[in-house]
């Protein structure tokens, strides 16, 4: 389980092919891997997917990633040098300040529209209309493992507001027009969909 709120951003070192995959090497911030409290086995978010840290060489981990993550994420879309947003496990005693997020990616969606305003800026994403039930204004919203406010939702499309900080300290700074971010839309409204959906059935 994870909040959605980003460590550090990562630079991806290596990528090797595997048969069902590939072999992920990043480098992670100094102020994550100087802690030396994470250990083969733990669970990182990388841009909102879990992957599970397969090896640790100073402060580079390893992390594999199958076929199937590659294909529905934008992790397939990595190169050496690629900028990616980490997030480690929350642990039990760990502070809430986000929101509940599995790091399980429904679906990848695209920057739509970048409008500057003032210093915040607005992004607007294209998504794939199955998830727009999911999607309320006010609500929460999973960008690349951020957690985010929806501050617009309509049936194609959904927008965000992002100040400063998050620009600096996510990869959202870096995005343009078309760039593909994952998805992971509020697990809580996935449970009401799947309640009203199942609940007639068993009247």
């Known amino acids: ?5 980003i460590e550090g951003q990562g630079i991806v070192r290596e990528l090797l092919r595997e048969e069902n995959g590939v072999r992920l090497t990043v480098e992670v911030p ?3 891997s100087q802690e030396n409290t994470s250990a083969i086995g733990d669970s990182v978010a ?3 997917c879990c992957l599970t840290i397969v090896e640790i060489t100073g402060s ?6 199958g076929t199937e993550t590659l294909s529905r994420t934008n992790l397939g879309e990595l190169i050496p040098g690629s ?4 997030e480690r496990a929350l642990p039990a005693d ?3 300040g986000g929101h509940f997020v599995q790091g399980h990616v429904d679906a990848t969606g695209t920057v739509d529209q970048i409008l500057p305003e003032g ?3 607005k992004i607007w994403f294209r998504i794939p209309t199955a998830l727009s039930p999911y999607l ?3 609500g929460s919203i999973t960008v690349d493992g951020i957690s985010l406010t929806v501050v617009d939702a309509t049936t194609d499309r959904f927008s965000v507001a992002l100040i400063p900080h998050t620009l600096s300290v996510t990869t959202l700074g870096l995005r343009k027009t078309g760039d593909r971010v994952n998805l992971e839309t509020d697990i809580l409204g996935k449970y009401v969909a799947r309640m009203l959906q199942v609940l007639p059935t068993l009247q």
Do not use: D, H, P, Y
Not at 1 to 5: S, V
């Open 83 to 86: 900028s990616v947003n980490l």
């Open 46 to 48: 990388i841009n909102g």
């Open 30 to 32: 100094l102020s994550m």
């Open 136 to 138: 309320v204004e006010k």
């Open 94 to 96: 760990g502070r809430l």
């Open 119 to 121: 210093e915040w800026t």
């Open 1 to 5: 389980m994870f909040t959605g709120l």
């Open 60 to 65: 580079c981990w390893a992390f594999q990633a």
